[in-house]
């Protein structure tokens, strides 16, 4: 599909239809294009749980203030940030790129030292906005390519952090929840499908200069 068509078409299903699961081989396509988005220093600083299983969904339900979504969707993402990113961490990223380019490991060293200093810098405070950023690339690409496929979202930042983090087992010294989004197929009784897109227009949008 022509992707402004696909992005026509989107629009934050607020109730999916309980029948309709998305299949596998369509979740791996959207997952892959999570897999490949860019990051900042290339740190990923995040990892992604698949909620697919229908008792966990079940669950997760009063961690939402608007349950629709979660109680009709098919499948459900977190995206979980980093609160911490150490020296272990970020040695494991350069072996990774030595193994991958086949670089010697020495060559990186420069780059590895300044991203590690500029971690170390970090506040925690200034360390959850950076990493919580990452994730909302990580958001806008799962949406988008969700919309290529066919698949319908609703993006949802809409729960209550700590149950949400407890349901899913999260660590919460070393991570959390930055936003979650929901997929499944949109329910002929959802009405948002029919209301207009509200957007700014572009000459109040873009300014070209
Ligand atoms: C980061 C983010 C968080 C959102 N959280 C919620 C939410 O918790 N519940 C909800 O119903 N919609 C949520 N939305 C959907 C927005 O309200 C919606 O994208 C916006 O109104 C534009 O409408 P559209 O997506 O239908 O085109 C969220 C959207 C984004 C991008």
């Known amino acids: 599909m022509n992707y402004l068509d696909a992005l026509n078409k989107r629009y934050s ?3 999916f239809d309980p029948e309709k699961k998305v299949s596998t081989e369509a979740l791996f396509h959207i997952l892959e294009a999570a897999r490949l988005s860019a990051s900042s ?5 995040y990892r992604l ?15 939402f203030y608007n ?13 979980v940030s980093k609160k911490k990113i150490g020296s272990e961490y970020i040695g494991n990223y350069f072996n990774h790129i030595s193994e991958t380019r ?15 200093n500029h971690m170390e810098r970090l506040t925690p405070e200034q360390m959850t906005i950076w990493a919580d950023k990452q994730c ?27 149950t949400i983090d407890d349901i899913l087992g999260l660590e919460v ?20 499908q029919n209301f207009k897109k509200v957007r700014k227009p572009t000459e109040k949008l873009f300014k070209f200069i």
């Not at 749980?49 to 961690?63: D, F, G, S």
């Not at 060559?107 to 991203?115: D, H, K, Y």
């Not at 690339?137 to 969700?146: K, P, R, T, Y």
């Open 49 to 63: 749980i698949i909620v697919q299983n229908a008792e966990m969904i079940e669950k997760l339900i009063p961690a």
């Open 67 to 79: 349950p629709s979504q979660i109680s009709t969707c098919s499948h459900l993402i977190a995206i």
């Open 41 to 45: 220093l290339g740190l990923q600083p």
């Open 102 to 116: 086949a670089v010697p490991l020495e060559s990186l060293n420069p780059f590895q030292v300044s991203i590690s």
């Open 136 to 162: 909302y690339i990580v958001l806008g690409n799962l949406m988008f390519a969700a919309a290529i496929e066919k698949v319908d979202t609703c993006p949802m930042e809409g729960y209550k952090q700590e």
């Open 173 to 192: 010294t070393k991570e959390k929840v930055a936003v979650t989004l929901a997929l499944g197929y949109r329910s002929e009784e959802d009405e948002f």
């Open 13 to 15: 299903v607020k109730k």
